[in-house]
């Protein structure tokens, strides 16, 4: 994978994190579980990261 893949899935990873933190509290605010949204915004990034990553590797083989 080039750097710029490797950016990518850092930034899914930051997302993901940030998003669980902000909507589930973490012990700093009340809790509440994720909602419908974050779970269709977290699928959706994830799997066009996956498409991405799956495209890039096709096109560097032989």
Known sequence: MK??????V????????AACI?????????YRPLR???YFALG?????????IVRDNRR???
């Open 3 to 8: 750097k710029d893949m490797w950016v990518g």
């Open 10 to 17: 850092w930034m899914c990873v930051l997302l993901s994190v």
């Open 22 to 30: 902000g909507s589930t509290g973490l012990g700093y605010a009340e």
């Open 36 to 38: 419908n949204f974050d």
């Open 44 to 52: 959706v990034s994830w799997l066009y990261l996956i498409v991405m």
């Open 60 to 62: 560097n083989k032989p």
